[in-house]
C-alpha cells in the first residue's frame, strides 16, 4: 500500500519537478483522502498512506512555490468508484441490511449529505487546480466528504 500511495507519487513528483522548475510553471494534484486528515478505526495502513501523501504534498508546495509550482491534495470521502460499490456490497452482508441502506446508514451516517460523490466532481477540482486561476493555491487540501469531517 505505501508503494502505490506514497512511494509512486514521491517518485512521479521527482521526476516532473525539473521540467516544471525550468518553465516556470506547474501544477502537481495529490488524491488523497478525507483520511489523509482525519482516522478512522482498522484502516491504520491506509490512514498512514494518506497522512504520509499530505505530507509530500505540502513540502513540495514549500519547495516549488518559488519557481511557480504548487501543490494540493484532494480529499474526497466516498466517490462512487467500482471498488466502493464492492464495498457496498460487502457492508450490506456484514450488517444484515439491504444495499440500498448501506451508503445513508453505515458510509455516510455521519456525513451532512448522504450521497457518494461522483468521480467528475472530484475531476472538475482537480481540474480548477491545475488552471491559471489557481496560481496562488499552493499546500492545500481540499475536503470533498459531504460533510463528514466537519464533525
Same mark, same amino acid.
Given at each position: 500500500?505505501? +508503494? ?12 516532473? %519537478? ?22 478512522? $478505526?482498522?484502516?491504520?495502513? #491506509? ?19 518559488? #519557481? ?9 470521502? #466516498?466517490?462512487?468508484?467500482? %471498488? ?14 439491504? $444495499? ?9 451516517? $455521519?456525513?451532512?449529505?448522504?450521497? %457518494? ?11 480548477? %487546480? ?11 487540501? #481540499?475536503?470533498? +466528504? ?6
Amino acid at each position: 500500500m505505501l +508503494d502505490i500511495m506514497v512511494t509512486a507519487p514521491f517518485l512521479l513528483t521527482r521526476a516532473v %519537478l525539473p521540467g516544471m522548475y525550468a518553465r516556470g510553471w506547474g501544477r502537481i494534484v495529490n488524491i488523497s483522502s478525507v483520511h489523509g486528515l482525519r482516522a478512522s $478505526e482498522f484502516k491504520s495502513a #491506509y490512514v498512514t498512506a494518506k497522512h504520509a501523501l499530505e505530507g509530500l504534498s505540502k513540502v513540495t508546495a514549500l519547495e516549488g512555490g518559488p #519557481y511557480g509550482v504548487t501543490s494540493n491534495c484532494l480529499n474526497p470521502g #466516498y466517490v462512487n468508484t467500482p %471498488l466502493v460499490q464492492k464495498q457496498i456490497a460487502d457492508q450490506a452482508r456484514t450488517h444484515g441490511i439491504p $444495499e440500498s441502506d448501506v451508503i445513508e446508514k453505515v458510509m455516510l451516517a $455521519e456525513a451532512a449529505i448522504k450521497r %457518494l460523490l461522483e468521480p467528475e466532481e472530484v475531476a472538475d477540482l482537480a481540474l480548477w %487546480l491545475c488552471g491559471p486561476m489557481a496560481g496562488s493555491v499552493t499546500g492545500s487540501s #481540499y475536503t470533498m +466528504d459531504g460533510g463528514w469531517s466537519a464533525r
